[in-house]
């Protein structure tokens, strides 16, 4: 476990790792710049987690029991956030609840809007929620569960010693980035086409380093050749 430890001025999103993992340009021009911009896939994002985002709900399911809108924070890691979902299942490896007979272990259910990744983002972001609750009860969080809408099911996630590594690594370099208020340049790939920030990100024009001068010369220009 790393030694850093932060207080709470210095606390960052946690939904923001998936953002870093995905392209630490978003992630700045969301948390550092506050940009943003919202797209199909974010909209649907939104209504995918309004259904679950009731922190006065709880129910009971036979042997598990389902809280939503559950607050997390590590000071390990220096994030706060929200898991849609954590889920308390009876077991003999549990520990003990209020009101409640036996012992329960607790797992993240994080909800998304699309289907399983080709990357890791989902899962760092999954694995951050874990290990917050890991060091706010004192226990061990072996898996957690996505719900994909696209496909309509679970897919288990389990943490290994190698993704908590990665979330560690990450959460260092946003607060590493977060203090210095950079915001990296921007590389384009196929990614880009999914991004709702495409149009503040510009990422044509940052990646060629042309200055605005030039950038304002060059399209002045073309709207001159293009009025004849």
Not at 53 to 58: I, L, S, Y
Not at 65 to 92: C, K
Request: aromatic share 10%; proline share 4%.
């Amino acid at each position: 476990m790393s030694a850093v430890r932060y207080t709470d001025g210095e606390l960052l999103a946690l939904s923001g790792i998936q953002h870093f993992c995905f392209c630490q340009r978003q992630w700045a021009l969301i948390h550092v710049e506050r940009q943003w911009e919202e797209n199909l896939w974010t909209a649907e994002g939104h209504l995918v987690h309004k259904r679950v985002d009731d922190p006065f709900f709880t129910e009971s399911r036979g042997d598990i029991i389902i809280s939503r809108a559950f607050p997390l924070v590590s000071y390990a890691l220096g994030l706060y956030g929200i898991a849609d979902v954590v889920e308390y299942i009876r077991s003999e490896d549990g520990v003990s609840l209020p009101d409640h007979e036996g012992l329960w272990v607790m797992r993240p259910v994080e909800y998304k809007r699309g289907k399983p990744k080709i990357d890791e983002r989902d899962e760092v972001q999954l694995c951050a929620q874990a290990m917050c609750l890991e060091e706010m009860f004192g226990i061990y969080v072996d898996r957690g569960d996505f719900y994909y809408n696209e496909i309509r099911r679970r897919v288990p996630l389990q943490l290994s010693d190698a993704l908590r590594n990665r979330v560690y690594a990450l959460s260092e370099e946003m607060h590493d980035l977060f203090k210095k208020g950079v915001t990296p340049p921007a590389g384009t790939s196929r990614k880009c086409n999914l991004c709702s920030l495409q149009n503040v990100c510009m990422p044509k024009l940052t990646k060629k380093g042309l200055s605005v001068r030039k950038y304002v010369r060059k399209h002045v220009k073309e709207a001159c050749v293009e009025d004849g």
